[in-house]
């Protein structure tokens, strides 16, 4: 396929403004051929701006993460109901310092790889949030509670325990998890390199991103109240070996913290699935 260059593009249109300024019997100067552009750019933007500014925003409240290939680039969206782990490389800026970029990329395209396999095998999706942080979402009501937890367990289990060795050559990594409950809204945007993504938004996903501030090794998973509350028992407590007698125990821990200038509790647990378990 043949390609123009952008300097052949700017002759080109350099021509077009050469003869539409012959009929204005004027020459252009580089100036004129200057504010030709930036007016052209600045208008769409305008006509742009002036359109969202004056439509209102529309959305379709659906549990199905296919509607989003129904969302224009336009003032539209989806909404649900959801259950959200929010995943964060803990200590980004040291890996870069200890292991460098390559590594750094390496790493995120590793939990990327198993966060996403173990999304779908639990009923979840996959969303990038940031460079250090990934939302797996669970749609739903009080079953996507339940799916969240097992996925978030399956996740600390894999990345300790299943893939440790593949991740051996990355030096310092940390990660936690925090999870919380509601409605949050998706929008899509598209990149200069036409790269369609969705961005997420609702009180929920921050919260749980206050929440795995608070969680570090061994707590690799924390969750809002609303979440533990509705969690069943299977999910709740344990079976452990206490002086040699074998108890029923939560296998979570109440932690008091402070958000948004108020005091809550979350739950943490260094409790783990195996990736193996249904």
């Known amino acids: 396929m043949e390609t123009v260059s952008f300097a052949g593009t700017v002759s080109f249109f350099c021509k077009i403004f050469y003869l539409h300024s012959i009929h204005k019997e004027k020459k252009p100067n580089f100036a004129d051929i200057l504010n030709f552009f930036i007016m052209s750019w600045k208008e ?28 224009g680039l336009d003032n539209s969206g989806i909404y ?60 739903g009501k009080d079953d996507s509670l339940m799916k969240a937890v097992t996925g978030a367990l399956k996740i600390s289990y894999a990345l300790t325990e299943t893939y440790k060795h593949q991740f051996a050559s990355i030096n310092g990594l940390e990660f936690a998890m925090g999870l919380d409950h509601g409605h949050i809204m998706g929008t899509k945007t598209i990149s200069d390199n036409g790269m369609e993504t969705l961005s997420w938004f609702g009180t929920s996903i921050y919260k749980a991103s206050r929440i795995c501030k608070e969680c570090a090794r061994p707590f690799y998973v924390g969750t809002s109240g609303i979440v533990y509350h509705n969690l069943g028992e299977g999910l709740k407590t344990t079976t452990r070996r206490i002086l040699g007698i074998k108890k029923s125990v939560d296998m979570w821990t109440k932690v008091t913290y402070n958000y948004e200038n108020v005091k809550k509790h979350l739950y943490q647990t260094n409790h783990k699935i195996s990736i193996d378990e249904e």
């Open 80 to 139: 649900m109901e959801a259950t959200v782990i929010y995943f964060e490389i803990k200590n980004i800026v040291y890996i870069l310092k200890e292991n460098g970029r390559r590594k750094a990329a390496q790493a995120y395209t590793m939990y990327s790889e198993v966060l996403s396999a173990i999304a779908a095998q639990t009923g979840g999706f996959l969303n990038s949030f940031s460079p250090n942080a990934f939302l797996v979402i669970y749609p």
């Open 44 to 71: 769409s933007l305008d006509e742009k701006m002036n359109s969202l500014a004056n439509t209102e925003f529309d959305y379709t409240e659906t549990s199905d993460i296919q509607k989003a290939a129904n969302i």
